[in-house]
């Protein structure tokens, strides 16, 4: 594909990024109206018509009810799709919207929305037009909130959300050619105002690129360190199996997964990495916890009380004597008679009116 980061995306270029979901017997394609999604369909489309036989496309809008032009952009996709001879769907987020964390309980309501939709029309994926500037934001915005090595590797091509299988089949593009693909092919595209509102993150990082961009760090050197750590990521979670399967088969009792408990030999925890401790232990947390999953720093700090425990009775009574006990995300975690035990910590009572 074309490295121009302004020329329109040819033919033979959409032919490269969009040659994994051929097979595919259907997919969602998710399209705001914006000039992102817009390309996404109208590529997406224009591919499915070169092929002799390829998965069937279903254009879908999810209107938030946050601004009054939605309704109006939804209808103008769905004469684009009916152009493209695409089905399109409109779907609603219904109900009360919180007064805050708003961006994040949006998002949330528009995948479970796009979920239900695949689930309806037998999609395999749902496609989004996320591109190589939404990585670098997404990167920033991490960075910025302190995140892990799993967290700065930022959006993956191919994920898991809400039970339906997400795909961003434009994720190593620019969003100028997208736009240059629309300009060349002259269709028109909705211009959200929110993507400039200084009142949400992602515009006020958005504005600060250029100087970054300035100093080396533009959109293609940011979406390439996402890269770079999601390289570092994938092969950390390897060692990660691989510690997970040691434990589980020398023998010491160091790691029984069973319905209800883990358990590790505290010992053999305890001589692990603490990069590999602490994802041995998110996934414990993760697997019992019934609270959704567990802040990192929160975890962190679990991990520390652990090793404390362990170096404190290193010089006394040994690791057989070290003691704790804490709950987590609805795990529960203790440490006794030398063994980690991380099991699901009773619900909570609620307090008494």
């Known amino acids: 594909m074309s490295e121009d980061d302004d020329s329109p995306i040819s033919a033979q270029d959409a032919r490269h990024l969009f040659a994994d979901w051929r097979e595919a017997p259907a997919l969602v394609l998710a399209v705001s109206g914006g000039p992102d999604s817009i390309a996404l369909m109208w590529l997406m489309a224009r591919w499915r018509r070169a092929l002799s036989r390829g998965p069937r496309l279903v254009a879908v809008t ?7 032009e ?21 779907l609603h987020w219904r109900g009360e919207k919180p007064k805050s964390g708003l961006p994040a309980a949006a998002r949330e309501a528009r995948y479970r929305l796009l979920a239900r939709a695949a689930k309806s029309v037998g999609a395999s994926h749902i496609l989004t037009a996320h591109t190589r500037d939404d990585q670098a934001e997404t990167l920033l915005m991490r960075l910025l909130r302190g995140s892990g090595i799993a967290g700065l590797a930022a959006m993956k091509r191919v994920s898991v959300r809400e039970g339906a299988m997400l795909a961003r089949p434009l994720l190593d593009v620019p969003k100028a050619r997208l736009i240059a693909t629309l300009t060349k092919a002259k269709i028109a595209y909705a211009d959200d105002p929110t993507n400039r509102d200084m009142a949400f993150t992602r515009p006020r990082l958005r504005a600060l690129l250029p100087a970054l961009a300035a100093e080396g760090g533009d959109a293609r050197a940011l979406a390439r360190l996402a890269t770079r750590l999601a390289r570092a990521n994938a092969a950390v979670e390897v060692l990660t199996d691989g510690a997970e399967r040691y434990l589980a088969v020398t023998g010491q009792g160091a790691l029984e997964a069973a319905r209800s408990t883990m358990v590790f030999d505290a010992a053999a925890f305890a001589a692990l990495p603490e990069e590999i401790r602490l994802r041995l232990l998110t996934r414990a947390v993760n697997r019992f916890g019934h609270e959704g999953p567990p802040e990192l720093g929160k ?5 520390a009380q652990l090793d404390r425990s362990f170096t404190d009775s290193a010089g006394t009574t040994g690791l057989a004597g070290a003691r704790l006990k804490q709950t987590l995300a609805g795990a529960l975690v203790s440490l006794n008679r030398g063994q980690i035990r991380i099991e699901s910590a009773p619900a909570r009572r609620k307090p008494a009116r």
């Open 299 to 303: 975890l962190e700090t679990l991990l």
């Open 62 to 68: 999810v209107d938030h009810g946050l601004r009054p």
């Open 70 to 90: 939605a309704a109006r952009e939804a209808r103008e996709v769905k004469r684009l799709a009916q152009a493209l001879e695409l089905p399109h769907r409109t």
